[in-house]
């Protein structure tokens, strides 16, 4: 047996109340093996309180060359911003 | 510094991709794995990220000669901490290469059949406790000099890999000076092994970042794409001009007779180390090399069995009907 052992993205939440966060990847024959790896390689100094293991095969990511139709046509939509509107200064907090 | 004379690679791409390539570089854009970048870039990434983290993995193998000989349990668990460190350390840079399309397999490999390098630091003997001291407190020093501007590198995965080493990394140095503070202040003995460790240890922590490379166009390709961030002899002088004072602090001293401060440049005139050494070292000639290579083999081959049990393992509880659970 030659296969190398695949890839697993781990994400560390790192205190009560905060989202699981990308850490990094390690290699693993299974998920429990990565969970054990994950805490030895990701927690060594009381980085997190939860794991998540995912497979790396598992994940579809967006492509580069498609940045600009992904992500450019929320750029003219400034009214999405609070920030857009005048607030008169007699309302005061809005 | 843990990767010495990285070579660049020639790259023959287009121009016109080449030069936005440069500009995103010049605007201080991070580069990520799955985006266009020259093949230079992603071949010298590859051997340089390689090279590193090899020398994370060697570099264990002398510290981890002291772990059963550690003077007390408390020295022996700190040990342990920062070896197991450096495993840690090794693990993230194999993984920021692999996003670059090499496997980790063929980085083990290329190291094993002698293609690829490890720094030239660990190629010497760890002899005595205060050796332990010595390694921490220049060697990771040294390491420290050239990961610090590192986590501001172009490559993405690289830059983060760095982030986080560094957080850990100057626990090592700390706990290296810690021992040298204990043998230089402790009996005569004591006092003399922390002397003859910071003698056997400061040419070669001089030679890990190595030879002047001020006219290398290796260099200067690499410091255009941000892979490199300083100069060799920078990070050098910077390196003896922060230890100098604290080998003074601890009362021991610095085997150069002809080293002094220069009030011009700011800065320690100091003696070069024996570059013949250096490269003796890099062709595999050092008192260690064999051994070091023999470990990772020995390491490699013994843990075949385990690789691929874990694997067959795996693929049968994946193939195991759940209802039989």
């Excluded at chain 1, 309180?49 to 095969?57: Q, T, Y």
């Excluded at chain 2, 332990?132 to 020093?141: C, H, N, Y």
């Excluded at chain 2, 056997?200 to 922590?205: A, G, I, K, L, V």
């Excluded at chain 2, 023999?294 to 691929?308: I, L, M, P, T």
């Amino acid at each position: 047996m030659s296969a190398e052992w695949p890839l697993w993205e781990i994400f560390i939440r790192g205190q009560h109340g905060l989202n699981h966060r990308h850490v990094g990847s390690l290699h693993a024959p299974d998920a429990e093996m990565a969970m054990r790896h994950a805490r030895d390689v990701y927690t060594r100094r009381n980085e997190g309180v939860s794991i998540w293991v995912v497979p790396s095969a598992a994940i579809t990511a967006s492509s580069p060359s498609d940045k600009g139709p992904m992500f450019e046509p929320s750029q003219d939509k400034v009214y999405r911003h609070p920030s857009f509107f005048d607030i008169p200064d007699e309302i005061g907090h809005m | 510094m843990y990767a010495q004379m990285v070579t660049s690679e020639a790259t023959q791409d287009d121009p016109e991709k080449l030069a936005a390539f440069q500009a995103r570089i010049d605007a201080g854009e991070k580069i990520e794995p799955k985006e266009w970048m020259p093949e230079g870039y992603r071949k010298t990434l590859i051997r340089q990220i390689g090279q590193h983290a090899h020398s994370e993995i060697v570099g264990q193998l002398p510290e981890g000669n002291w772990i059963t000989r550690a003077p007390t349990l408390e020295r022996k668990a700190i040990l342990l901490a920062k070896v197991q460190d450096e495993a840690g350390h090794g693990l993230y840079l194999y993984c920021a290469a692999e996003t670059l399309g090499v496997s980790r397999d063929e980085l083990t490999e290329a190291l094993l059949a002698g293609k690829m390098k490890y720094s030239s630091i660990f190629n010497y003997p760890t002899l005595t406790w205060a050796d332990i001291g010595a390694v921490g407190w220049l060697v990771d020093g040294a390491a420290i000099m050239n990961q610090v501007p590192l986590q501001r590198t172009s490559f993405g995965p690289y830059s983060r890999a760095m982030i986080r080493i560094c957080k850990e990394e100057s626990f090592h140095q700390r706990q290296g000076f810690d021992i040298m503070r204990k043998m230089a202040t402790g009996t005569d003995a004591q006092r003399h092994m922390a002397q003859d460790a910071l003698n056997r240890f400061w040419y070669p922590s001089l030679m890990m970042f190595g030879p002047s490379d001020k006219d290398s166009v290796h260099s200067a390709q690499s410091m255009r794409w941000k892979i490199k961030m300083n100069t060799n002899d920078e990070l050098r002088q910077k390196f003896v001009d922060q230890t100098v004072p604290q080998a003074e602090y601890l009362g021991l001293t610095v085997p150069d007779p002809d080293l002094r401060w220069n009030a011009e440049k700011g800065g320690y005139d100091f003696t070069e180390p024996d570059w013949s050494e250096f490269f003796e070292v890099l062709k595999g000639n050092g008192p260690c090399n064999a051994e070091r290579l023999a470990a990772r083999q020995k390491a490699w081959d013994d843990g075949a069995w385990v690789r691929g049990g874990l694997m067959a393992h795996a693929a049968k509880q994946a193939a195991a009907p759940v209802a039989a659970e």
